[in-house]
């Protein structure tokens, strides 16, 4: 069986959706505590990435994920968002990107999705 394609374990991914402007002014303006839900550090967290000039939020995951996992996820993802902008209507659609790590940072999207730093 010759080459073909080569499964990454240590490959992380991105499980989240293309904010609009809307959402991404809420979320930039959170203080306090609720700050804390959208890190640029925590995989636990919510995290800001861009894909070209778009920008997305959502989850890195560096683990490996069953089907089941990734509804976990996007349920996680929309309970933080739900809790922090109430009044902003979510997706129910998430998209999952692969990510590669940055040089020297640690688990982050460095190629076409790649951490945004605020």
């Given at each position: 069986m010759g080459g073909g394609i080569k499964l990454r374990p240590d490959?992380?991914?991105?499980?989240?959706?293309?904010m609009d402007t809307t959402l991404?002014?809420?979320?930039?303006?959170?203080?306090?505590?609720?700050?804390?839900?959208?890190s640029e550090e925590s995989s636990e967290y919510l995290r800001i990435c861009t894909l070209g000039e778009e920008r997305w939020v959502g989850k890195l995951i560096h683990?490996?994920?069953t089907t089941e996992r990734v509804d976990d996820v996007r349920r996680?993802?929309?309970?933080?968002?739900?809790?922090?902008?109430?009044?902003?209507r979510l997706p129910q659609q998430f998209e999952i990107?692969?990510?590669?790590?940055?040089?020297?940072?640690?688990?982050?999207?460095a190629s076409e999705a790649r951490e945004r730093e605020w």
């Open positions: 490959q992380g991914v991105f499980i989240g959706f293309k991404a002014r809420q979320l930039q303006a959170l203080t306090g505590p609720d700050r804390k839900y959208v683990e490996r994920l996680n993802v929309l309970s933080i968002l739900g809790r922090l902008c109430p009044e902003t990107l692969p990510c590669e790590a940055a040089e020297g940072t640690g688990p982050s999207s």
